[in-house]
């Protein structure tokens, strides 16, 4: 990548291997820097955010890239839409505490984003800030949404009998599955970005996430984007280099 970084690997909770990357920072006392761990979103892998661990790795963070269960080099698993995988963001944020850092950024996008509000509803005290770029509010509002953009149906019937399929057979509740609320439950600084043109994460869907926060929060709007995909032009660059060296 560029980059010099070693590969990590540990055991979830329910005990799949999950695989990261480790970028030290570049000064010489990495471990004065807050780590930044970033999370990549459905479908993709820790590849796939290079433009955001070279950012960070460029503002001196150490900077942890995780592959989510199922994806990338972690091992293999049904994909619980934020369910297990914050519970795994949890056993990376151990990890690192393990080898003498504290208090993490998380920065994720789409699942990235879900994984990292739900898990820092339950890290009190234990993250400097989290970046949540296009959460969606809920799975069950998501999965309406994504029903009308991938096949142009209405609600009824198929999310309600999807939403009962993954609660009786995989546990995943998609009423449970809730940013808002897990924003509510947040005590470190928020950032939460929407993208101007995202028809799968609607600026109105993710400003209910920004809305229900009760710490400190910024909330920008990308301008002329669609779901997920970053360019880190200037003016996103920046801006996302200011939320990090005001907190």
């Known amino acids: 990548m560029g980059l010099n970084y070693r590969s990590l690997k540990i055991l979830s909770h329910d005990n799949v291997e999950l695989a990261g990357w480790f970028v030290s920072s570049k000064t010489d006392d990495e471990k004065v820097k807050t780590p930044l761990i970033v999370i990549h979103g459905l479908g993709a892998n820790k590849q796939f955010m290079m433009s955001y661990i070279q950012l960070a790795h460029e503002l001196g963070f150490p900077v942890l890239a995780v592959d989510l269960r199922g994806h990338g080099e972690s091992g293999p698993s049904i994909v619980t839409l934020g369910l297990k995988e914050s519970l795994d963001l949890e056993k990376w944020v151990e990890e690192l505490k393990k080898q003498g850092y504290s208090k993490p950024i998380l920065w994720g996008t789409s699942l990235g984003a879900v994984t990292a509000l739900l898990a820092g509803s339950r890290l009190k005290g234990q993250l400097r800030a989290i970046i949540a770029d296009a959460p969606f509010d809920n799975l069950y509002n998501a999965l309406v949404t994504h029903a009308q953009f991938f096949f142009k149906l209405k609600p009824f019937p198929m999310v309600p009998i999807v939403s009962w399929h993954l609660k009786k057979n995989f546990g995943i509740d998609p009423l449970a599955i809730d940013c808002v609320h897990a924003a509510q439950n947040i005590d470190c600084p928020l950032f939460i970005l929407a993208a101007e043109k ?15 926060a009760k710490s400190p929060k910024s909330w920008w709007i990308i301008p002329n984007a669609n779901h997920e995909i970053r360019t880190f032009d200037n003016h996103f660059k920046k801006t996302i280099t200011q939320f990090l060296y005001d907190i």
């Open 198 to 212: 995202d028809a799968r994460m609607p600026l109105a869907m993710v400003r209910r996430v920004f809305d229900a």
